[in-house]
């Protein structure tokens, strides 16, 4: 199971902030929007929880139904346990409160892929899950491309 490369990893997280971003736009406005003032106290630490949870389903919901995010999908990445298989979803919610508390933690998490022997985030390893390239990059690796010569050829 080949790993993604670091520079694939971070251009699907700039995606993955996008995508995440507009989710939480959204499921911000759904409160916000219906109160007569500003957010203040134990309002506003509700919000912030209220919008990790969205997060958590976010990403949770994703990673069970096909290991993939939107993000994940385009850049042909995909989180599996360490054996290959599907990720449960205890697993999932632990992955997802590691990768908060590692990017919380000035991005230690994510940085831990700079010196991991297998390029693996800090969260995966503890996990005990992993990210892979997706079947088809391996399939266009193995052509002389990076994926998108096999998926035009497929579709012809």
């Known amino acids: 199971m080949p790993t993604p490369s670091l520079k694939r990893r971070l251009a699907c997280l700039v995606y993955e902030a996008l ?32 919008l990790l949870a969205v997060a958590g389903g976010y990403f949770i919901w994703f990673w069970r139904h096909g290991g993939q995010t939107l993000a994940m999908k385009t850049w042909r990445i995909r989180l599996v346990r360490i054996d290959g298989g599907r990720i449960g979803l205890g697993q999932a919610w632990l992955r997802y409160l590691l990768a908060v508390l590692g990017a919380l933690l000035g991005g230690f998490g994510f940085l831990w892929a700079l010196w991991d022997r297998e390029r693996q985030f800090l969260h995966d390893r503890l996990a005990g899950t992993r990210l892979i390239l997706d079947a088809l990059v391996g399939l266009g690796a193995a052509q002389g491309d990076q994926g998108g010569a096999a998926e035009h050829h497929q579709g012809q």
């Open 19 to 50: 995508s995440l971003l507009a989710v939480l736009f959204i499921a911000g406005f759904a409160v916000v929007g219906l109160q007569p003032e500003p957010l203040a106290g134990w309002g506003l630490w509700l919000h912030r929880t209220y």
